[in-house]
Structure formats: C-alpha cells, structure tokens
C-alpha cells in the first residue's frame, strides 16, 4: 500500500513540486531524513529512502494546500494551474 501511495502522490507532486527539491541522506541509526529545503519546516523521516521522500512530499503539498487556503504565496504553485480568460 505505501508503495501505491508513494506512486501516487509522486504523480500529482511532480506538477505542484517543479523547481523544489528534496534532499535525503541517511541517519546515523539507519533511518533516512528527507527535507524539502525551499519550504521551512519541511522535513520527513522513514525506515526507507522511498518512505522518507514520500513522507516529505507529502508534507510538502499539505503546505501548499494550507499557504492557498490562507491566501498565502505557494512556490511552485504557477507550473500547475492556468487560469482561463
């Protein structure tokens, strides 16, 4: 099931995520760190590397969604929408 998720929000964070980045590396204990560094307070942790990057994206949109619910700027928000005239 993580595996489908992942995959999934892979898909729909590849529009919303253009242009941040999301750096990983592996923790003393074994456990992996992924942090989104282009939004503060991004960061993920998992048993996995997949696990860590997934967790992190999905961190990652949750807030964006919440920046837009609040009328806030969202990077990388402009690559996914276009507003018809």
Excluded: H, K
Aim: with cysteine; aromatic share 4%; charged share 25%.
């Amino acid at each position: 099931m993580l595996a489908e998720q992942a995959a999934i929000l892979r898909c729909i964070a590849r529009g919303i995520l253009m242009g941040l980045t999301v750096e990983i590396e592996r923790e003393e204990d074994g456990r992996w760190i992924a942090e989104v560094p282009q939004l503060p307070g991004v960061l993920a942790y998992g048993q996995s590397r997949e696990e860590a990057i997934a967790r992190a994206q999905a961190l990652a949109l949750r807030l964006i969604a919440e920046r837009l619910e609040n009328g806030e700027a969202a990077p990388g928000i402009e690559t996914v929408f276009s507003v018809a005239a």
